[in-house]
């Protein structure tokens, strides 16, 4: 289930003191996925909500929460989901939209009834979904691997050769403040967004996927005062607009990325010269 309070982020001079277990408790969101449940957390990072649906036999619908302060979910949000598992799909409002592995679904503000469902409960559907306030409405749209926006960024020598696929973003599905999509690294790279950054005007929060029984070393805390949490598979980071955020794995995996703030542009961060990380 979503937690029934708000995860409240730490500042940059209580991070500097946190031990591991406290950084864990306040940025790690360790178990998205369950069987038959939605799972995850109101944050407050720009209000964005972090979850998981991985429906069984029985679909599983997106409920109201109190957090929300509606009378229903997406009265005030909006919502993009990103399919890591099995063939799905998303009914809003009574339409059904197939949803294919690697697939990215948006609803718009307004939507009063969205439920997920997998086409073949042996091997489920996994949403990963990031929500966000809204103040406008856009459709919903559904886009493949196929339309997707693709960056191809990196290098085999640096062992950050990687492919960001953009979903929700200026010039992919409009929204109106959400931006989604994820990132998949070459064989024989392990490095993610590296040299990190930061960007002031939008929280990030990142879902680290495919790693198998592999761990991954996410980066985090001002530049000059980092910290690093030890991540397993299908985890998630919360990012404050003031922290890098990076990774290194044991070998290539794949990540979801999804921001929400006062802007969209992708370029809009603020570069670290990896010299001065401290």
């Not at 730490?10 to 360790?30: D, W, Y």
């Not at 969205?114 to 749209?141: E, G, M, R, W």
């Not at 339309?147 to 929204?175: C, F, M, W």
Request: net charge negative.
């Amino acid at each position: 289930m979503i937690e029934p309070s708000i995860r409240l982020m730490p500042r940059p001079h209580e991070v500097a003191r946190m031990t591991t277990e406290e950084l864990r408790a306040a940025f790690l969101v360790p178990q998205i996925y369950q069987t038959g449940s939605l799972c995850g957390c109101f944050t407050d990072l720009d209000r964005l909500v972090v979850a998981g649906a991985m429906p069984g036999a029985t679909p599983i619908e997106l409920g109201n929460h109190p957090e929300t302060g509606r009378g229903y979910f997406l009265e005030r949000r909006e919502l993009g989901a990103i399919n890591t598992g099995g063939p799905g799909e998303a009914q809003v409002d009574g339409r059904t939209y197939p949803v294919p592995p690697l697939g990215c679904i948006y609803v718009g503000m307004g939507a009063r009834a969205v439920v997920f469902s997998s086409a073949d409960p042996q091997n489920p559907a996994k949403f990963f979904i990031l929500s966000c306030p809204a103040h406008a409405a856009y459709p919903t749209v559904v886009a493949t691997m196929a339309d997707a926006t693709e960056i191809a960024l990196g290098t085999q020598a640096a062992a950050n050769q990687r492919v960001i696929r953009q979903y929700i973003h200026e010039k992919g599905i409009p929204s109106c403040q959400l931006v989604m999509g994820f990132t998949e690294l070459v064989e024989g790279s392990v490095w993610n967004t590296f040299p990190p950054h930061s960007h002031n005007r939008r929280s990030e929060i990142y879902f680290y996927f495919d790693l198998d029984e592999r761990v991954l070393a996410h980066f985090m805390g001002e530049p000059t005062a980092t910290r690093h949490l030890f991540i397993h598979n299908e985890q998630s980071v919360l990012s404050p607009p003031w922290s890098i955020h990076a990774g290194c794995g044991q070998g290539n995996y794949k990540f979801i990325w999804g921001m929400a703030g006062e802007n969209q542009a992708f370029t809009d961060m603020d570069a670290v010269n990896p010299a001065d990380l401290r």
